[in-house]
Each structure stands twice: as structure tokens, then as C-alpha cells.
């Protein structure tokens, strides 16, 4: 951080954190409340067409940018920061933590100037608040349905990466992390 702050004197660093999330017709079944003694019903779909969220958030901001894409690669990675460097304060630098696959760490991507990649040690996915967001995301908006079409599974996807958008304090709650933000 000292480094990244010294290299850009004078501008405020945001803490960034993205991860990709595939959403798609084969679901999880999750947990739901029923009265004791009955069986509520939940679907579970087999097929297997699938679109990605790419999804960044600023804990401390509580804002977010997110794209949903219908392949996970260097290109939509390049689309996310595109969108992550439209979303960070005016006048500030990003430092956008990332896990280490391939198209987050490539020398082929084209990082705009107010952002830094830093990627996350190797098998630490828990360090990534992310994660748990799309675990929120899942639980609340994602789970127990059945999307008939390509379409449906991009309409939903977007739906609930925009209600999440819209509560800044819920991106705080699951996204800060005293560690990496009380320094």
C-alpha cells in the first residue's frame, strides 16, 4: 500500500475487490424455512447454459461495478476494468485485489491508469470478500429457481447484481475487512 501510495501522491486510494461468479441453469438448492413436519418444494434445473457476473465492489465506498458477460476470459476481464476505472472516485487510484487466474494477472490486458492490480496468495479464495457476496447473492436472488432461457439467466443475473448495487450499506457489511481497511 505505502508503495502504491507513494507512486501516486496526492490522490486517495480505494481498496477494489472482483471476482467472476457463473449463474446458470444448473442451480444450487439452498436452504429454505418451512413449518416443521413438511417439505417445501424446490427445482432443480440439469441444463447447462450459463452467463458470468463480473463483479467488483469498494467495501469503504459501498459502491460496486458489475458486468454480466456471456463467456469468462481475457476479454470480459478487459470490458471490467474498463468499467471498474468509470466507477472509481474521480481523482483517486484503485488498488483492485484480485485471485490469481489467468485473465486477471495477463500482460496481454490493458490496465487503465488509475487502477493497480494486486492478486491474492495462491489458494486464499476466503481473503476475497467477494466471494461472500456472491454467496449473498445466491442465497437471496439466485437459488431455488429455474431460468427457461439464455435470456432469463442475463435478466436475473442483472437484477440482482443492481439490488445489491443499490444497497451500499450491504456491500459494506459483507465486504469490509478490519485487515485491509483499518491500517
Known amino acids: 500500500?505505502?508503495?502504491?501510495?507513494?507512486?501516486?501522491?496526492?490522490?486517495?486510494?480505494?481498496?477494489?475487490?472482483?471476482?467472476?461468479?457463473?449463474?446458470?441453469?444448473?442451480?444450487?438448492?439452498?436452504?429454505?424455512?418451512?413449518?416443521?413436519?413438511?417439505?417445501?418444494?424446490?427445482f432443480a434445473d440439469l441444463r447447462t447454459r450459463s452467463a458470468w457476473i463480473f463483479g467488483a465492489i469498494c467495501p469503504e465506498k459501498g459502491t460496486a461495478a458489475g458486468l454480466v458477460l456471456p463467456v469468462c476470459n481475457l476479454h470480459g476481464m478487459q470490458l471490467h476494468l474498463t468499467e471498474i476505472s468509470r466507477t472509481v472516485a474521480s481523482g483517486a487510484h484503485a488498488l483492485l485485489i484480485v485471485d490469481q487466474a489467468a485473465w486477471h494477472t495477463s500482460q496481454k490486458l490493458d490496465v487503465p491508469g488509475n487502477i493497480t492490480i494486486l492478486p491474492l496468495p495462491p489458494r486464499a479464495p476466503e481473503l476475497n470478500p467477494v466471494e461472500n457476496l456472491w454467496q449473498f447473492l445466491r442465497n437471496t436472488w439466485l437459488s431455488n429457481r429455474s431460468f427457461r432461457t439464455y435470456d432469463d439467466i442475463v435478466d436475473i443475473a442483472c437484477h440482482a447484481w443492481n439490488q445489491i448495487v443499490e444497497q451500499p450499506w450491504r456491500i459494506m457489511s459483507i465486504g469490509l475487512r478490519n485487515w485491509a481497511h483499518r491500517f
Request: hydrophobic share 35%; glycine share 12%; no cysteine.
Open 1 to 42: 500500500m505505502a508503495a502504491i501510495g507513494s507512486g501516486h501522491s496526492g490522490k486517495d486510494i480505494e481498496i477494489w475487490w472482483a471476482d467472476e461468479a457463473r449463474i446458470g441453469q444448473k442451480t444450487k438448492l439452498t436452504r429454505r424455512w418451512a413449518k416443521r413436519g413438511t417439505r417445501p418444494r424446490a
